[in-house]
């Protein structure tokens, strides 16, 4: 046994040690938890096998010699390779929902996931009604997921460019019931969809700006460049979504796309569009929406 085992005996040890060594790192936080103090107690209750919600009654429970070495572990884990803890414990939740995760996909994390939780009000009146749906830049498959959940008759499709990423999504689908509702396809963006034609896109692409992505922390150095990185100006993908995505939308058929701090070149780059910016809990100009005849209208214009 370690003098580090030895002296550490109860969740609350470890956790106040945990929460020191975060910080002395200097860790950098951001898919799942915000602190130092949150992303151990996290990884403490799941390696022990606790409810993630019920920290306070287990402070002072002593842990065995196993449970020891199993904390230590995944601590030394996170400080020395700057694992994310989504990648350590292979799970990530977006409100409720519980998804699988490893290195193959970009750990979930969206402005549209708070969007979805009130299905889109005001501008989707009627969620029953949206009967055909596209999320675009899948990876995990969450956002599609919870498309299906929020939209109960909508048959949803799925694209992305990497099998690896389909292959997590497709493990995520059949972990939430939804094998017949969620349609995964491997599309570089809209460029292999087809024969359909939406009632609702979300979109969560890569918009990291080539500026940014150098300065970006280890930890975001573990999920795919393929997910993160959006060009010079952060908005290639965005490009070619905002240039075909109108084709594939019915009469008043929406598009939500995610562009993170991008709204300034956004509006630069596409003057005749006119965005509307959806404010979530922690964001107002992070996701914009666009209605397919606004699409159809600004394209034409620019033709």
């Known amino acids: 046994m370690s003098t580090l085992t030895q002296e550490l005996e109860t969740l ?18 951001g898919h799942g938890t915000a602190n130092a103090y949150d992303e151990a107690a996290y990884l403490l209750l799941h390696t022990l096998h606790l409810p993630l919600d019920r920290l306070e009654p287990f402070l002072d429970a002593k842990l065995t010699h ?25 799970e990530a939740w977006l409100g409720e929902h519980r ?19 009130d299905g889109l009000s005001p501008w989707i009146a009627e969620p029953d009604k949206v009967q055909t749906a596209l999320d675009l830049c899948t990876g995990s498959g969450c956002l599609a997921i919870m498309v299906a ?16 990423a389909l292959a997590v999504a497709l493990r995520n689908v059949a972990d939430h019931g939804l094998q017949g509702r969620v349609n995964l396809i491997r599309s570089d963006l809209l460029s292999n969809l087809t024969e359909k034609n939406y009632d609702l896109i979300v979109s969560n692409p890569p918009y990291v700006t080539a500026m940014a992505m150098e300065e970006l922390p280890p930890e975001y150095l573990h999920e795919p460049q393929l997910a993160l990185a959006g060009g010079d100006d952060g908005l290639d993908a965005v490009r070619t979504i905002l240039a075909r995505a109108g084709e594939f939308l019915n009469p008043d058929g929406l598009l939500v796309v995610e562009l993170g701090q991008n709204r300034a070149a956004a509006e630069a780059a ?8 959806l404010s979530t809990e922690s964001s107002d100009d992070a996701v914009f929406l666009l209605r397919r005849e606004e699409l159809l209208a600004a394209n034409r214009a620019a033709a």
Not at 270 to 277: A, E, S
């Open 12 to 29: 609350r040890d470890w956790l106040r040690y945990a929460v020191s060594r975060f910080n002395l790192t200097g860790l950098s936080f």
């Open 270 to 277: 596409f003057p005749r569009l006119p965005f509307t910016w």
């Open 149 to 164: 959940h929020h939209f109960p008759n909508a048959d949803v499709d799925a694209a992305d460019i990497s099998s690896d």
């Open 99 to 117: 998804f699988y995760v490893d290195e193959r996909v970009l750990i979930p994390r969206s402005y549209i996931a708070e969007l979805l939780r």
């Open 66 to 90: 196993t449970e020891r070495e199993e904390v230590q572990d995944i601590i030394a884990r996170r400080v020395n390779e700057r694992v994310p803890a989504a990648y350590l414990t292979h």
